[in-house]
């Protein structure tokens, strides 16, 4: 075997490591999902609630983001609102579209948050990995959403229609002034930077999603 294949065998080896223990760190921090009276599932949406923005708080956004049925997320949905953690409110511009906040109930569930032994471990890590891994994870994470051909989630710092300004930023895709509380959130509507003569991916979802 030359150089080049015993490289490629290599690299291969250490990628197929790599995605092993990203799983592996998945499934052991979501062992205890089943505690506190909540299934997998709806610890994601109760997560996906508290992180994303005002317009991506919709059923069909959430359903992109657990990678499942509109059928699925919206049976995940009506489980939180039944135990009383999330409530819908329709949108003001728009009757026929909702979107979900947490209630009281809601914030204080994610006090049990099984993450929060995964997030202490991440807190524990040098300022400098945890900054690499702050860069790199929304990388891949976009690459692959790229390769399955679906929509890609991510915040305002490393998207392509962001814009930066002194008192909060813009949004291009949404044509919106964003204030600091938005700013940071999950985003249906997040597109990678590309460079200059790349073009952004068409997004959808960004005026939100009617039930």
């Given at each position: 075997?030359?150089s080049?294949?015993?490289?490629?065998?290599?690299?291969?080896?250490?990628?197929?490591?790599?995605a092993?223990?990203?799983?592996?760190?998945?499934?052991?921090?979501r062992?205890?999902?089943t505690?506190?009276?909540?299934?997998?599932?709806?610890w994601?949406?109760?997560?996906?609630?508290?992180?994303?923005?005002?317009?991506?708080?919709?059923?069909?956004?959430?359903?992109?983001?657990?990678?499942?049925?509109?059928?699925?997320?919206?049976?995940?949905?009506?489980?939180l609102?039944?135990?009383?953690l999330?409530?819908?409110?329709?949108?003001?511009?728009?009757g026929?579209?909702?979107?979900?906040?947490?209630?009281?109930?809601?914030?204080?569930?994610?006090?049990?948050?099984?993450?929060?032994?995964?997030?202490?471990a991440?807190a524990?890590?040098?300022?400098?990995?945890?900054?690499?891994?702050?860069?790199?994870?929304?990388?891949?994470?976009?690459?692959?959403?790229?390769?399955?051909?679906c929509r890609?989630?991510?915040?305002c710092?490393?998207?392509?229609?962001?814009e930066?300004?002194?008192?909060g930023?813009y949004?291009?895709c949404?044509?919106?002034?964003?204030?600091?509380?938005?700013?940071g959130?999950?985003?249906?509507?997040?597109?990678p930077?590309?460079?200059?003569?790349?073009t952004?991916?068409?997004t959808?979802?960004n005026?939100?999603?009617?039930?």
């Amino acid at each position: 075997m030359g150089s080049s294949d015993t490289t490629s065998s290599q690299t291969s080896g250490c990628t197929e490591q790599l995605a092993e223990m990203l799983v592996h760190i998945g499934r052991t921090a979501r062992g205890e999902e089943t505690g506190a009276g909540l299934t997998a599932a709806q610890w994601t949406g109760l997560r996906f609630f508290a992180r994303a923005n005002r317009a991506s708080r919709t059923p069909s956004a959430f359903a992109s983001f657990q990678a499942t049925t509109r059928g699925t997320a919206s049976q995940t949905i009506k489980a939180l609102e039944g135990k009383g953690l999330v409530q819908r409110q329709r949108s003001e511009t728009d009757g026929r579209s909702v979107r979900f906040e947490l209630t009281a109930q809601g914030h204080d569930m994610l006090g049990q948050d099984p993450l929060r032994h995964l997030m202490a471990a991440l807190a524990g890590l040098d300022p400098c990995d945890r900054a690499a891994m702050e860069r790199l994870l929304p990388v891949i994470a976009a690459e692959l959403a790229r390769q399955r051909g679906c929509r890609a989630f991510g915040t305002c710092d490393d998207c392509g229609h962001y814009e930066k300004r002194p008192c909060g930023g813009y949004c291009a895709c949404a044509a919106l002034d964003l204030p600091p509380g938005e700013i940071g959130r999950l985003c249906a509507s997040y597109a990678p930077r590309c460079g200059a003569d790349e073009t952004l991916p068409q997004t959808a979802g960004n005026a939100g999603s009617r039930e």
